[in-house]
DNA sequence: GAGGGCGACC
């Protein structure tokens, strides 16, 4: 067309920018915009910023909306969808304050953004805020999706299973969202009941709708019926097993004990391993006390992911224990050449709206001394009823935190005693952390929440934790 | 003649 002679207008711009495949397309097509002039036009704006957030460029993507002088609901849409996807919740409901502020109403589209940014960080009154003002798009069906999803996320699966109930019309993501969810917070059996009824009403699985399943299983530990979905779901289905549905198994035969197998699959995987499939594969060692395998498992986390600062650690944690020092030297050094950080354990917890941020070593919040004095009553107590502070790590501490600071003061333990302070008796404490929970922090909490009769939700980065009258839903596997 | 939103293994 270009050569042709012909000149591109908004039209064109707008619907070539959504089928660009990488960034220089995107460049390339920019430069054009700019040299028609047709850079201010709102479609053109929208198309951009749509196209470099789903390239993963968020901050490019922001940059056109900022020079932007007049703009339109859509536009702001785009932003915040922009930030929202790519895991940039705080970024997100910022600019929706903004797009709030400059005058414009939220519509079904912004919402939608906003409930996934709740959902990232956790935010259940924010998310239940949000749920008040879509009581008029009662039956949107990606707003139900992801009302859904923001309850299961943030462990209040009493409101998920109402939503879900309520909706007149389910798609492939509602079932899968809710067979997920209620499998990652501990109902596994439920999981596999919904998986029945959706496939009584006619809707299809896919292959994420697999991965809740097989994930339902191996969370209960349900060997026989995790074998029997993996191995049937090509011909019941026609879904070819990919890495995720690996990974479950590979959690499911770890979690019972049988190391040999969970290995011999992986082995056989079609695909390659990657970081994630050895991670399970490590956590499951981790678990059944097999340090040789371990060892071996976190060579090849760090292989194929040499960011990562708690796999560095757990190594050097089992070349401790070993007391093979030289090796224990090899991995610091190594970590500090490639510039390999440890991230301060945080915690975050929301009370009355406000979002509470414990930092493992911080005193800068206003009730620090209170919550040190609860948390410290807290363990006396709980060491009066046999809570043993846990001291043995090579296995048990993922992220490597007592390293630096004494395990009494993680920061979980900081927003728990920081919740039983100002939360009413009765109401589910809900934390959201940064790491994978401690060993220590794990018996810990099963001990309080039945000490101090409460419910406790903690969200890390991969799972779930309600701690209820001295248990733990993850079953002591995580 | 054109625009935005939801789910998945560690």
Redesign the pocket.
């Known amino acids: 067309m270009v050569r042709e002679g012909v000149r591109p ?4 711009y ?2 070539v920018l ?1 089928s660009c495949n990488g960034m220089s397309d995107v460049r390339m097509i920019h430069c054009g915009i700019f040299k028609e002039g047709l850079e201010s ?3 053109v704006r ?2 951009l910023i ?1 196209v470099f957030a789903k390239l993963g460029e968020p901050d490019d993507a922001l940059s056109v909306f900022d020079e932007m002088v007049t703009g ?4 702001w ?2 932003i915040i ?1 922009g930030f ?2 790519n895991n940039k919740s705080d970024e997100a409901l910022k600019l929706f304050k903004r797009m709030k502020r400059a005058g414009f109403l939220a ?4 919402l ?2 906003v409930l ?1 940014a709740c ?1 990232g960080l956790a935010l259940l009154e924010l998310g239940m805020q949000v749920h008040v003002h879509i009581f008029k ?1 009662d039956q ?4 139900n ?2 009302l859904v ?1 923001m309850y299961c996320k943030s462990g209040s699966l009493e409101d998920a299973r109402r939503v879900f109930r309520n909706m007149k019309e389910r ?4 079932w ?2 809710m067979i ?1 969810g209620l499998a ?1 917070n501990g109902y596994s059996q439920e999981a596999l009941k919904l998986f029945e009824s959706m496939k009584a009403s006619g809707t299809k699985p ?4 697999i ?2 399943v097989l ?1 339902a299983c ?1 969370h209960a530990g349900l060997l026989e019926d995790g074998w029997y979905y993996f191995r049937s779901m090509k011909k019941l289905y026609g879904i070819d097993p990919v ?2 549905h ?3 198994m590979i ?1 499911l035969l770890g979690k019972a004990g049988k190391l040999d197998d969970a290995v011999k699959l992986l082995n056989e995987m079609e695909c390659e391993p ?4 050895w ?2 594969l490590l ?1 499951a060692c981790r678990v059944q006390g097999n340090m040789v395998l371990a060892e071996y498992a976190a060579k090849k986390v760090i292989e194929l992911d040499p960011e990562d600062a708690g796999t560095y650690t757990l190594l050097s944690n089992i070349y401790a224990n070993s007391q093979k020092w030289d090796s224990v030297e090899e991995i610091r050094t190594r970590m500090r050449d490639i510039g390999i950080k440890k991230e301060p354990g945080c915690s975050w917890i929301e009370v009355n709206k406000q979002i509470h941020a414990f930092i493992i070593g911080d005193k800068s919040h206003p009730k620090i001394v209170e919550v040190n004095k609860k948390l410290n009553e807290l363990i006396h107590r709980l060491i009066g009823i046999g809570y043993v502070p846990e001291t043995n790590f090579v296995l048990q501490d993922l992220e490597g935190e007592q390293m630096e600071e004494s395990l009494r003061h993680h920061s979980e333990k900081l927003a728990l005693a920081f919740g039983l302070i100002t939360l009413p008796i009765g109401k589910v404490i809900r934390i959201r952390k940064n790491l994978r929970i401690c060993g220590d922090c794990h018996v810990f909490f099963k001990l309080a929440a039945k000490l101090e009769n409460r419910s406790i939700v903690i969200r890390d980065p ?1 799972r779930y934790h309600h701690f209820q009258d001295g248990k733990c839903s993850c079953g002591d596997y995580w």
Do not use: K, P, W
């Open positions: 207008n908004v039209y064109t707008s619907s959504r036009d709102v479609f929208s198309a749509d339109d609901a859509i536009v849409n785009s969808a929202a996807q519509e079904q589209a912004t939608t953004s996934r959902t798009y949107d069906l990606i707003l999706n992801a999803d798609d492939v993501i509602s899968s969202t997920s990652q896919n292959y994420i709708t991965v809740g994930f191996s890495r995720e690996y990974g479950c959690d990657d970081a994630v499939t991670r399970t956590g991969i």
